[in-house]
């Protein structure tokens, strides 16, 4: 999906009349600002509604949602609370990392695992955690490691 396209859902578009003049102002206004997401944006060719190839702006997870931030729209607004409650999550996380442990439990649980799963899935990783500790403590570097993982799983 482009900007262009994702600022059209998110923007009230009955009321700008050249959704792509709007993407232009808003990405200088964010560039004025110091913002380099937008600079930092990818161009693709999309097959426009006229069947003609049009370069467009695209941009990865994290550029999108710092330009969700940007948009002033009623639409956006559930996206920026969304945003700020997973940001506020995470620092909660950094002073307690055990609530980030539940978290991973309860979306494993969301995906529909069994309890024993998950326990097995993160007894697994603690075993995986625990052994390369070990091989870093030990010396072990580069190559070596894709070498005992390999033959780990073999």
Same mark, same amino acid.
Request: charged fraction near 30%.
């Given at each position: 999906?482009?900007?262009?396209?994702?600022?059209?859902?998110?923007?009230?578009? #009955?009321?700008?009349?050249?959704?792509?003049?709007?993407?232009?102002?808003?990405?200088?206004?964010?560039?004025?600002?110091?913002?380099?997401?937008?600079?930092?944006?990818?161009?693709?060719?999309?097959?426009?509604?006229?069947?003609?190839?049009?370069?467009?702006?695209?941009?990865?997870?994290?550029?999108?949602?710092?330009?969700?931030?940007?948009?002033?729209?009623?639409?956006?607004?559930?996206?920026?609370?969304?945003?700020?409650?997973?940001?506020?999550?995470?620092?909660?996380?950094?002073?307690?990392?055990?609530?980030?442990?539940?978290?991973? #439990?309860?979306?494993?649980?969301?995906?529909?695992?069994?309890?024993?799963?998950?326990?097995?899935?993160?007894?697994?990783?603690?075993?995986?955690?625990?052994?390369?500790?070990?091989?870093?403590?030990?010396?072990?570097?580069?190559?070596? #490691?894709?070498?005992?993982?390999?033959?780990?799983?073999?």
């Amino acid at each position: 999906m482009s900007q262009l396209e994702i600022h059209m859902g998110l923007m009230q578009t #009955y009321l700008i009349k050249d959704p792509t003049l709007y993407w232009r102002v808003l990405k200088k206004r964010l560039r004025d600002e110091g913002n380099e997401t937008v600079t930092n944006c990818n161009t693709f060719k999309f097959t426009a509604a006229d069947g003609k190839k049009r370069n467009s702006d695209i941009a990865d997870q994290k550029q999108l949602f710092r330009i969700i931030q940007s948009i002033p729209s009623p639409k956006a607004e559930p996206f920026k609370q969304w945003m700020a409650q997973v940001a506020s999550e995470r620092i909660d996380e950094m002073q307690d990392p055990e609530l980030a442990i539940d978290r991973g #439990y309860e979306y494993y649980r969301r995906l529909g695992y069994s309890e024993g799963w998950i326990n097995e899935r993160m007894k697994g990783k603690e075993a995986r955690k625990a052994l390369t500790d070990e091989w870093k403590r030990t010396g072990v570097q580069g190559q070596q #490691y894709a070498t005992l993982t390999d033959w780990g799983q073999a």
